[in-house]
């Protein structure tokens, strides 16, 4: 592969060649739009060393990362100080993947990493659905005089495909014009503070193409201190694991996948970033199971 990545230590299991694998991971280390705390860049390079504490097989998936070809190919080298360019820098890195007809499975980074690598997949997959969990609504048209930041990346999206296309979970902050351009003007599918509908939603989209983004300030800070904005009234991990059973027992499609937004240094227990890693284990299990069904 011809793209611009760091030779990093690579994920547990995950190294297997880019060759040979349908899943690739890598990391957006950027985080030049952050307007609380800064330190996402950081994500990867803490949660390679603390995925080794974990296992490769799921008990709640019964899936072993063993049994499949995974390709952590590293970092994006990115041109940090300049939005614009960086943003370039993932859609081509992105691209390059899904023209491999690879799955590309991204670590952040802000939030704003997703608009790039949505816009490489929706190259390919025109018809499109996107399920964002997060604590904000990220629906604003522009924050600090712009149009391009981790508070407006869902309209950016909303931009490119429109309605009835966006399905929001978790939410609980944002301003009233964001919640209103949701829930009363009905632009994007809203869920406030909970996931309760989300096995109905992916019923609905069944034999969709899905992107999937997460936030992981959707959970608790009580439980995931380590992120930039915190926002109280989350959901638990234990509440993630029915996500993960729910997807996994889906005819959804999964084309595109990102999580974003682990601060790992606002948490020296590590608690936040060995969450992550979970989290990644197991997306990483269901989309590996999808492909070789």
């Not at 080298?77 to 859609?91: A, K, R, W």
């Not at 930039?228 to 059973?245: H, R």
């Amino acid at each position: 592969m011809k793209n611009k990545f760091f030779n990093t230590p690579t994920f547990m299991s995950m190294d297997d060649s880019y060759e040979e694998s349908n899943l690739v991971v890598f990391g957006a280390g950027f985080d030049g739009t952050t307007s609380n705390r800064p330190g996402t860049r950081f994500a990867s390079t803490a949660m390679r060393p603390e995925f080794y504490g974990l296992e490769t097989y799921s008990p709640i998936l019964n899936l072993d990362m063993d049994d499949y070809k995974i390709c952590d190919i590293g970092d994006l080298e990115l041109s940090i100080g300049n939005t614009d360019i960086v943003l370039d820098e993932i859609y081509e890195g992105t691209k390059q993947i899904v023209k491999d007809n690879k799955v590309p499975f991204m670590i952040g980074g802000e939030h704003l990493v997703t608009l790039p690598a949505f816009k490489a997949v929706h190259d390919k997959y025109k018809d499109i659905y996107v399920l964002h969990f997060d604590a904000h609504t990220d629906l604003r048209d522009e924050y600090n005089n712009n149009k391009n930041s981790h508070a407006t990346v869902i309209k950016r999206i909303w931009d490119i495909i429109g309605d009835n296309k966006i399905y929001q979970f978790g939410i609980r902050s944002g301003t009233k014009e964001e919640f209103e351009f949701s829930l009363k003007d009905k632009h994007t599918y809203m869920e406030t503070h909970t996931i309760d509908t989300f096995e109905e939603i992916i019923k609905s989209l069944d034999g969709k193409n899905i992107y999937l983004t997460i936030d992981l300030d959707v959970l608790d800070p009580s439980i995931f201190p380590g992120t930039g904005t915190l926002e109280p009234g989350g959901i638990t991990y234990k509440e993630f694991e029915s996500i993960f059973k729910i997807l996994k027992n889906s005819n959804i499609n999964l084309v595109g996948c990102d999580i974003v937004e682990l601060s790992p240094d606002y948490d020296n227990t590590s608690v936040s970033t060995v969450t992550a890693c979970k989290i990644l284990r197991e997306l990483t299990l269901v989309i590996s199971d999808k492909i070789n069904r």
